[in-house]
């Protein structure tokens, strides 16, 4: 392969895995790590990266804007799907309590709900209290405030007040990006601040969020990576990236 050849591939697999390190492209390539080194160094020149502390990410990783909800519902869904069926093995014990944070991901979790099992949820997501509304067997709390159009998700000082009195077995969080550095963001301060309450408020916090957003950074952090309890993620996770969440405890989950 000529460098350019390699160059091309190096950038498409850091657009296509948002997080690369230098160790796994030097192995995947056949090459030592200064020349992978040299060909980031140039990309970045070019524009088509970003380098970070071992390894780069796209260059467009660090952005304030966000898809609206019918697309991102159809992005990546066989893995939101393997992922969120997979997440409803974490459901507390029958008379426990869940926070559903909004998303497409976290919506799908309704999907492997036992319709006998018995649940408080809370939820600020429109469209998951609207479904849960028909179970008979879950005691439902929908969070007041402003409902955001572009993610259906209510906001505000309203919820924030009822997430400051709860405490939850259990809290499944959606995120926009996450890494080691900037920990869980999203692009809007608001739905940061929910989703940081809703973090507190949990005895244990389960990150859904398939490979895609891994690496990634968002303009507002809502919680450090150490607050994460468990990852759902899928294979597309680069194995450097697994070992950085293990070593710092967080139990990864490959659905």
């Known amino acids: ?11 498409t697999m850091i657009s296509q895995r948002g997080r690369v390190s230098v160790a796994d492209l030097a192995d995947t ?15 970045e020149r070019l524009g088509h990266v970003r380098r970070v502390h071992g390894g780069a990410v796209p260059a467009t990783t660090l952005t304030v804007t966000e898809p609206g909800l ?10 939101k799907d393997r992922i969120a069926k997979l997440a409803g093995s974490y459901l507390p014990a029958s008379g426990g309590s869940v926070l559903l944070d909004a998303g497409t ?6 999907n492997g709900f036992p319709p006998d099992l ?17 179970f008979s067997s879950i005691n439902l709390h929908m969070l007041g405030g402003r409902v955001r159009g572009t993610t259906q998700a209510t906001v505000g000082d309203e919820a924030l007040r009822i997430l400051d009195l709860l405490r939850v077995d259990v809290a ?12 869980l963001s999203t692009p809007d301060t608001e739905e940061a601040a929910v989703k940081r309450a809703m973090v507190r408020s949990a005895n244990c916090v389960v990150v859904v969020a398939d490979a895609s957003k891994v690496g990634r950074e968002h ?6 990576i150490h607050s994460v309890d468990i ?24 659905a």
């Not at 600020?124 to 028909?134: D, K, T």
């Not at 990852?231 to 490959?254: C, G, K, M, N, W």
């Open 1 to 11: 392969m000529y460098p350019e050849e390699r160059r091309q591939e190096v950038a």
């Open 29 to 43: 390539f056949g090459v030592t790590t200064e020349t992978v080194r040299r060909d980031l160094a140039l990309l």
């Open 70 to 79: 019918v697309e991102r519902e159809h992005t990546r869904a066989e893995q």
């Open 105 to 110: 991901t976290t919506g799908r979790i309704i």
């Open 118 to 134: 018995d649940l408080s949820v809370i939820t600020n997501s429109v469209p998951i209290a609207a479904r849960l509304a028909g």
């Open 172 to 183: 499944f969080i959606g995120t926009n990006a996450l890494s080691v550095e900037h920990g």
């Open 219 to 224: 303009l507002v952090s809502f919680a450090p």
């Open 231 to 254: 990852l759902i993620t899928d294979d597309e996770i680069s194995p450097t990236d697994r070992a950085s969440f293990q070593d710092r405890e967080i139990e990864v989950v490959i």
